[in-house]
């Protein structure tokens, strides 16, 4: 019995062994090609959140905080260094969230540039944004819940054909908008930095009647423990 046992454990060991291997391949190659990407300038912006020490000033959301932040005013403002890991709404707002949690210290400020008024806010999760953003960054997808590893693991031969078909973007939504740090140099034009007077382009906007779903408020309380805990 114990050398069946034994034999089932080896078994097992190979079949993660290969697996895990596989999984690795797939993401890794061909090596560099989502470099370009709107998407992958995550990478360098959880770099900064990883690699920024001393007081900072934490910023998540999506690309509201990408277009409309300039982290330098604020730096020069503050005195705080400044983290934004906002980027992409289509990430899911619980990607960049739980980026966050990587680097939290004491004294530092987090701001959350959300609307979560919809029930689910931090649940949705972006598969196909994620795997071509992260690449293969297998640290950043430790700081996910682990109940979204099934959607990554059942999308990497999607994400291979994928990447065999890429095709290299352009500005705005391109990493050349981007400095090293993640931080846009692209010209913003006018209408981006004023709604008023541009409501024919953005639309009207609907505050709703400013309800907070019980999930997002479970969610959200307990993002609060854990950064007032750090």
């Not at 097992?12 to 998407?39: E, H, K, R, W």
């Not at 995550?42 to 001393?54: A, M, R």
């Not at 910023?59 to 990408?66: L, Q, T």
Request: glycine share 10%.
């Amino acid at each position: 019995m114990k050398k069946f046992l034994c034999f089932l454990l080896k078994v097992f060991a190979c079949f993660v062994l290969v697996f895990s291997l596989l999984v690795g391949i797939l993401l890794t190659f061909p090596m560099n090609v989502y470099d370009t990407s709107y998407q992958s300038v995550i990478q360098k912006k959880f770099d900064v959140l990883k690699q920024t020490e001393g007081k900072k000033i934490i910023i998540v959301g999506g690309s509201n905080a990408s277009f409309g932040i300039d982290e330098e005013m604020i730096e020069a403002e503050t005195g705080y260094s400044v983290a934004n890991l906002g980027l992409h709404a289509g990430f899911g707002a619980i990607v960049p969230t739980e980026l966050s949690k990587a680097n939290i210290g004491q004294g530092d400020i987090v701001l959350l540039a959300y609307g979560w008024q919809s029930q689910g806010y931090f649940e949705t999760f972006g598969t196909d944004l994620v795997i071509s953003g992260f690449d293969n960054r297998l640290d950043m997808y430790y700081q996910l819940p682990a109940e979204h590893y099934p959607k990554l693991l059942g999308y990497i031969t999607e994400n291979f054909k994928k990447k065999l078909q890429y095709t290299p973007p352009s500005a705005p939504y391109s990493s050349e908008s981007f400095d090293e740090k993640g931080r846009m140099i692209y010209e913003r034009p006018n209408t981006w930095l004023s709604y008023e007077g541009n409501e024919a382009i953005y639309g009207c906007v609907d505050v709703g009647n400013g309800t907070i779903s019980d999930d997002v408020v479970a969610y959200l309380t307990a993002y609060k423990h854990f950064v007032e805990e750090r």
